[in-house]
C-alpha cells in the first residue's frame, strides 16, 4: 500500500469539520486508509471519531497510507490542505 507524510494544514488541527471531511472523502473513495502520527498506531481514516483521537495541530506530520495512489494523494491533500479556511 502506498503511503506518503504530510503536514497538517488546518488551523487548529484535525478536529471534527477537518475529520468529517476527510472521513467523508474516504467512504466517497471506497478504498481503505490509515492515517498515523509519529509513534502512534494507524487509525482507519473513514472515522472522523478515530481521526481526531489523533490529537494532530497544525503543522502534526501524518503518515497517510491507502489502497492505490489516487486515493493516497486525494486524502493526503486533505489532510495538508486548511480545511477551516473554506
Known amino acids: ?19 468529517t471531511i476527510i472521513a467523508e472523502a474516504v467512504a466517497a ?3 481503505a486508509v ?3 502520527v ?3 498506531e494507524p487509525i482507519d481514516a473513514g472515522s472522523a471519531l478515530m481521526i ?3 490529537g494532530a495541530e497544525k503543522g ?4 497517510v497510507t491507502a ?3 489516487p486515493t493516497l494523494d ?5 489532510v495538508a490542505k486548511d480545511l477551516d479556511a473554506d
Do not use: K, W, Y
Not at 502506498?2 to 475529520?19: D, N, Q
Not at 486525494?74 to 486533505?78: D, E, K, M, N, T
Open 1 to 19: 500500500m502506498p503511503s506518503t507524510t504530510v503536514s497538517v494544514g488546518s488551523a487548529v488541527g484535525l478536529h471534527a469539520r477537518p475529520a
Open 29 to 31: 473513495a471506497g478504498s
Open 34 to 36: 490509515t492515517l498515523a
Open 38 to 40: 509519529e509513534g502512534g
Open 52 to 54: 481526531m483521537t489523533l
Open 60 to 63: 502534526t506530520p501524518v503518515v
Open 67 to 69: 489502497d492505490d495512489q
Open 74 to 78: 486525494s486524502i493526503a491533500g486533505l
